[in-house]
C-alpha cells in the first residue's frame, strides 16, 4: 500500500518540479461511444497524446500555465478546449465529437520524422485510421493497405505511383517504417507484411513519392509507416478471431480438389498501463487452406512493446515481433504442353507445373527495437534508436537443392529536433547507420554498411503567423559491400506549403537513390523454369523527383487532394530477359541491370465526401500513370514493364447506430507491357468489387467481408492468378 501511495506522489512531486501537469480525460461521439483513434494536442507545443482503442488519452508532460487542447480525429470536427495548469496538476477534460462532413487533417509523423499537421506535410501522404482498417476484416495488415489510392501489391511486393514494378521481390523502392523503425530485410531490401500481427496495427501512413532526404536508399519511391496501438491506462484485454472460405474454380476442368478451402485464425493482445510503465503482448495464428494447388498456409506470431515514462521529458519504448510461417509454394501455374495435367486447356490457372509440386518454404523473421526519447524543453527534442531485424528461410525443394538463406540488419539512428523561436520554425538533424550481414547458397555471404547525416529545416515566410511555409533540407549516404571502397550519395530536397482561399498548396523537387540490394547484385537461382544470374556491378539508381499538389474542401461536404507529379529516373534496376547460348541450345536468363533513363509522370487524385448525410462516406482515389523507359543505343522508348496505366478505387459506407454497410471497387488497366509471358498473354483488366459490412455495440463487433465478389479471375504476375472470391467472418471482443 505503501508503494502505491508513494509513486504516484514521487511522479507528481517531479512533475511539479519541472513546471509541467497533466491533462487526460476521453473522447466520444454523440452517441456515447469512444473514438478509438485520433490524437489530443497541446497547440503551440510538441506534446501530442494519442487516443486509445477504449477512447481514453492521457498527456502527462504538459507545460504549467493557460493550454490550449484540440482534438485531432479523422471524419469528426476538431473540438477545443482551455486549461489552466499549475506545476504537478492533473486535470481531466473530457471531449464529445460530432460527425464532419469535411473530413479534418490528421496529425502525421513520418514524412518529416516528427508530429506534423497534414496542412504541412510538403509530399503526398495518405492515411488510414484503425476503423478504415478494421472494417475490411483483413488478417493482414497489406490486404487494407493494398486499397490505397496510388497503391498496388504485385504478388505481395507494394508499388507506389509504379515505383517498383514487379521484381519477385528482391528489390523494393518503399521503405516500411514500425513506429518509425525501418523493417526492410538485409538480403533482398523488400519486406514481409505478416511479421507485425495485423492486430497490432492503429493506423497506417502512405508517402507517395520520394522521401529520400530524410529516409535515404529504400525510401525511393515511398514510405509507409506502420503506427502500433497506444497502451491505454489499466488492464485491457482484445480478442480477435476470424474464419472464412475460398471460392471453388468456375470450371470442373480447373477443379483440383473435392472440397472447398477455407482459413481462419486468432489473436490476443493483454496489456497493462499506468502513467510511467506500459506494456502489451500478442500472441496468435492463422492458417489458410489457399484458393490454388499446392498453397496451404500456416503462421505464428509472437509480439510485444513496453514503455517506461522516467521521467515527464524521458521515455523508453522497445518494441519485438517474432513470425514463423510454413507455406506451400504454388509457383507459377501450368500451360500446355508442360508437364503437367493440361485436361486439354491451353492453361491451369488453378494448378501447379507438376516440377513445383511438394515445394515449401519455411520462413521465419522478426525485429527488435529500442528507442530512447527526452524532451528536456519546449524547444528541444532529441531521441536514440537502435534495432535489428533477421530473416531466415529455407526453399525446399524435392526435385533439385534446398535454397536458403539467413540474413541481419542492425541500425542505429540519433536525431534531434530544435525549435528556435519556440515552435514556428523547427530544425531536424540525424545521422543513421546500418549493418546487413547475408550468408546465403543463392545470395552468397555478403556484408553491406551505411552510413548516412540528414538535416531539414522549416520556416514561415514573411513572420511567425505566415501562411506559407519553406522547407529544405538534404541528406549524404555513404555505402559499402564487403568492406571495399565508400561511395556517397546526395539527396536534397526543396518544398514549400501556402494555404490560401481555404485550400493548401504545397510544391517539392529532390533528388532520390536506391542503392541495389544485396540479392540483386549477387542472386544465382532458377525461378520458374529461368535461370537468374548475378550483376556485382549494379550502380545505384538515382531520381529527380517533382510534384505540385493541391488539398481543399469542397462546399461542406467533400474534400479533395490532388497532385501532379513527375520523376526523371537513371540508372534504374530492373530485370532484364537476355538469351544466352549454352552448347547447342539457348537459355533465356533473368539478369538486374541498370537502365539509362526512365520516366515516371502522372496525377493522384483523391476525393472524400459526404454526400446527403454524414452517416454516408464515399472515396475516390485515381492514378494516371506514365512510365517510360526511354531510348538508348539499340532499344526503342517502351512502356516500364509491369505498370497500370489507370488505377482507379471507388468506395462508399453507410453507418446507422450500430449497423455498417459498404462497398468497395478497385479497377487496375491492363499493363502495356510485361516479362516472362507467351505472345498470346491472356491478362485482362483487374475490376475487383469488395462487399462488407459490421455490427458494434459495447465491447463486441462483428465484420463481414467478401473479397473479389463478383469472383473476376485475372493476375498481375506472370503465370500467377490472384486471390478468388474470399468469404471472411472477424469477431472482435475488448476487455
Not at 226 to 250: D, K, Q, S, W, Y
Not at 251 to 271: C, K, N, Q, V
Request: proline share 5%.
Amino acid at each position: 500500500m505503501r508503494a502505491l501511495f508513494v509513486a504516484p506522489l514521487a511522479f507528481a512531486t517531479s512533475l511539479a518540479a519541472q513546471g509541467m501537469g497533466t491533462v487526460y480525460g476521453s473522447v466520444h461521439d454523440s452517441a456515447g461511444r469512444p473514438i478509438g483513434f485520433g490524437m489530443v494536442v497541446v497547440v503551440g507545443t510538441s506534446v501530442v497524446a494519442r487516443i486509445s482503442q477504449r477512447g481514453d488519452y492521457r498527456a502527462p508532460s504538459v507545460p504549467v500555465g493557460s493550454q490550449e487542447l484540440r482534438t485531432k480525429v479523422l471524419g469528426y470536427e476538431s473540438q477545443t478546449a482551455t486549461v489552466h495548469l499549475a506545476p504537478g496538476d492533473s486535470v481531466r477534460i473530457d471531449f464529445v465529437l460530432a460527425l464532419s462532413a469535411v473530413q479534418m487533417g490528421p496529425m502525421v509523423v513520418t514524412a518529416a520524422k516528427r508530429a506534423q499537421s497534414l496542412a504541412d506535410v510538403v509530399p503526398s501522404v495518405a492515411l488510414m485510421s484503425d476503423s478504415d482498417i478494421a472494417k475490411r476484416a483483413v488478417n493482414t495488415i497489406d490486404e487494407a493497405v493494398d486499397k490505397a489510392p496510388g497503391v498496388q501489391f504485385l504478388n505481395g511486393q507494394v508499388n507506389i505511383r509504379g515505383s517498383t514494378g514487379y521484381v519477385q521481390g528482391l528489390g523494393s523502392r518503399v521503405l516500411l517504417l514500425v513506429d518509425g523503425v525501418p523493417a526492410n530485410q538485409g538480403n533482398r531490401g523488400g519486406f514481409s507484411w505478416v511479421f507485425l500481427p495485423g492486430a497490432d496495427v492503429g493506423r497506417v501512413e502512405l508517402g507517395r513519392g520520394g522521401g529520400s532526404a530524410l529516409y535515404g536508399s529504400s525510401a525511393f519511391g515511398g514510405v509507409v509507416n506502420l503506427i502500433t496501438r497506444e497502451v491505454p491506462l489499466g488492464f485491457h484485454a482484445r480478442l480477435r478471431a476470424t474464419g472464412g472460405a475460398f471460392a471453388n474454380p468456375p470450371h470442373s476442368e480447373w477443379r483440383f480438389r473435392d472440397y472447398t478451402g477455407t482459413r481462419g485464425g486468432a489473436d490476443l493482445t493483454s496489456s497493462y498501463g499506468r502513467d510511467d510503465l506500459r506494456g502489451a503482448v500478442i500472441v496468435g495464428g492463422w492458417r489458410s487452406d489457399g484458393y490454388r494447388q499446392q498453397d496451404h498456409q500456416d503462421h505464428w506470431q509472437l509480439a510485444g512493446k513496453g514503455e517506461w515514462q522516467a521521467s515527464p521529458d524521458t521515455r523508453l519504448s522497445i518494441s519485438g515481433s517474432w513470425a514463423s510461417d510454413q507455406y506451400q509454394v504454388p509457383l507459377a501455374w501450368c500451360e500446355h504442353p508442360t508437364g503437367c495435367d493440361d485436361r486439354g486447356q491451353a492453361y491451369q490457372p488453378f494448378l501447379t507445373d507438376t516440377s513445383g509440386l511438394g515445394s515449401h518454404t519455411r520462413s521465419d523473421k522478426g525485429y527488435l527495437a529500442a528507442v530512447l526519447a527526452r524532451a528536456p524543453s519546449e524547444r528541444v527534442h532529441w531521441q536514440v534508436r537502435t534495432s535489428w531485424l533477421r530473416t531466415h528461410f529455407t526453399d525446399f525443394q524435392p526435385k533439385s537443392h534446398d535454397d536458403y538463406g539467413v540474413a541481419d540488419r542492425f541500425g542505429g539512428e540519433l536525431r534531434g529536433e530544435f525549435r528556435p523561436d519556440g515552435g514556428s520554425s523547427v530544425v531536424t538533424v540525424g545521422a543513421e547507420t546500418g549493418l546487413s550481414d547475408i550468408t546465403s547458397n543463392i545470395f552468397g555471404s555478403h556484408r553491406q554498411g551505411e552510413y548516412a547525416s540528414y538535416g531539414e529545416g522549416e520556416r514561415p515566410l514573411g513572420g511567425r503567423e505566415s501562411s506559407a511555409h519553406l522547407t529544405a533540407g538534404a541528406r549524404i549516404d555513404f555505402l559499402t559491400i564487403d568492406g571495399g571502397a565508400l561511395s556517397a550519395v546526395v539527396s536534397p530536397r526543396v518544398g514549400v506549403v501556402l494555404s490560401a482561399g481555404g485550400g493548401t498548396w504545397r510544391a517539392s523537387a529532390g533528388r532520390g537513390f536506391r542503392a541495389p540490394s544485396l540479392a540483386e547484385r549477387f542472386v544465382s537461382t532458377v525461378v520458374s523454369g529461368f535461370m537468374v544470374v548475378p550483376n556485382p556491378n549494379l550502380e545505384p539508381e538515382t531520381a529527380w523527383t517533382f510534384e505540385v499538389g493541391h488539398a481543399r474542401p469542397i462546399g461542406s461536404t467533400a474534400r479533395v487532394d490532388a497532385a501532379l507529379f513527375w520523376t526523371e529516373a537513371r540508372q534504374l534496376i530492373e530485370p532484364s530477359i537476355d538469351t544466352i547460348v549454352v552448347g547447342v541450345d539457348t537459355q533465356v536468363v533473368i539478369q538486374f541491370k541498370n537502365l539509362a533513363r526512365a520516366r515516371l509522370a502522372g496525377l493522384d487524385l483523391a476525393v472524400r465526401a459526404n454526400p446527403l448525410t454524414p452517416q454516408l462516406s464515399t472515396t475516390l482515389g485515381y492514378t494516371f500513370l506514365y512510365a517510360r523507359e526511354l531510348a538508348q543505343d539499340s532499344v526503342p522508348q517502351r512502356p516500364l514493364a509491369f505498370r497500370p496505366r489507370h488505377l482507379l478505387t471507388l468506395a462508399a459506407d453507410f453507418t446507422a447506430g450500430a449497423i455498417g454497410v459498404g462497398a468497395e471497387f478497385r479497377y487496375s488497366s491492363r499493363f502495356e507491357r510485361v516479362e516472362l509471358t507467351p505472345p498470346t498473354d491472356p491478362r485482362v483488366a483487374a475490376k475487383v468489387l469488395d462487399l462488407r459490412a459490421g455490427w458494434a455495440r459495447g465491447p463486441v463487433s462483428v465484420r463481414l467481408l467478401v473479397a473479389n465478389a463478383l469472383n473476376y479471375l485475372y493476375n498481375y504476375a506472370p503465370r500467377t492468378l490472384e486471390p478468388v472470391r474470399t468469404v471472411s467472418v472477424t469477431l472482435v471482443y475488448l476487455y
